[in-house]
């Protein structure tokens, strides 16, 4: 989808983007560090990194369209560049998402038992905190280089 109603698609989509990429990983660093919040966030940390997830590609995928409509640029290559990165950091997020609320719900926990003996190992907890704080952070960082590359090939050309 290169536009939306005569539009360039890839603004409109970052947006979306800039939103629940960052909500994303303040959600899941939250979970992973407050076991109140966890339990009243639920699902909808993973349904946030579901929409982060889906909106990744599409933006990536209309800035390459967009890209080929404007000048070429210093700036715009390095934009392209961390953007294709993103997606990289976002589906490491969303699995980290997805594995502790799998590890964490009661619901799932009786349906999966791998899910339940997992939980039970304490090391297992740590390891996946500490892993989802790592890529949370990596990907906020990159949420922050991305959208200034993308403001700096814009107005400095």
Known sequence: MDTIAGLPAHPLFVHLAVVAIPL???????ASVWPAARR??????????????????????????L???????????????????MLYWVAALFVLVVLAWAMYDDTIARRVPAAASVRSHRWLRVALAVATI???????????RVGDSGARSVWLG
Do not use: C, N, Y
């Open 24 to 30: 994303t990983a303040v959600l899941a660093i939250l």
């Open 40 to 65: 009243r966030l639920g699902w909808f940390t993973p349904a946030v990194a579901v929409v982060a997830m889906a909106i990744t590609p599409l933006t990536t995928s209309a800035g390459e369209a």
């Open 67 to 85: 890209e080929k409509q404007v000048p070429r640029s210093e700036t715009l290559h390095l934009h392209t560049e961390l953007g294709d990165q």
């Open 134 to 144: 790592v890529v949370a952070l990596g990907a906020l960082v990159m949420v922050v």
